[in-house]
């Protein structure tokens, strides 16, 4: 019973929609809006890389990971993304992950960053130093 009230309930409700039409003619056009802001180029930085097997620094967790970046501006007010992947980045099927990111390589372990004026450090609070090489992209866009 239940089921037939239902499907009748959906039956007339569709019909009461798509009896609605419009009546008369379609009126004039509103009023023209402000004119918007002048866009802008913006300038943009790809910066790939790597760290190999064992290639972080420390003894312990976290290990860390440095690469000098170019030096962008004078202000420090950039927009950074960083991501990484364990596939081949040539593979155009390589998936890039956003960092930070946890359970990695195992459980529990983390893979982040920060960034700096021209520095940028790759951190990874695994048991241990992954066995597998890291490729990583720096994606920068300064701000005025």
């Excluded at 790939?48 to 972080?56: D, E, H, Q, S, V």
């Excluded at 700096?116 to 130093?129: E, K, M, V």
Aim: glycine fraction near 10%.
């Amino acid at each position: 019973m239940k089921k037939l009230s239902f499907i009748a309930f959906v039956l007339v409700s569709s019909l009461s929609f798509t009896s609605c039409t419009k009546q008369g003619d379609t009126g004039a056009a509103g009023a023209t809006g402000p004119a918007g802001s002048q866009g802008q180029n913006l300038s943009y930085y790809y910066i790939p890389g790597y760290i190999l097997p064992g290639g972080f620094t420390g003894s312990a967790a976290p290990y860390q990971f440095i690469d000098i970046l170019p030096t962008l501006d004078s202000h420090n007010s950039n927009l950074v993304y960083v991501s990484f992947t364990i596939q081949d980045p040539s593979d155009p099927k390589a998936i890039y992950y956003s960092m930070p990111a946890t359970n990695v390589f195992t459980t529990g372990d983390e893979l982040y960053y920060t960034f700096g004026h021209d520095t940028l450090a790759i951190f990874y609070t695994g048991a241990s130093q992954p066995g597998y090489q890291i490729n990583w992209r720096a994606d920068i866009i300064p701000q005025p």
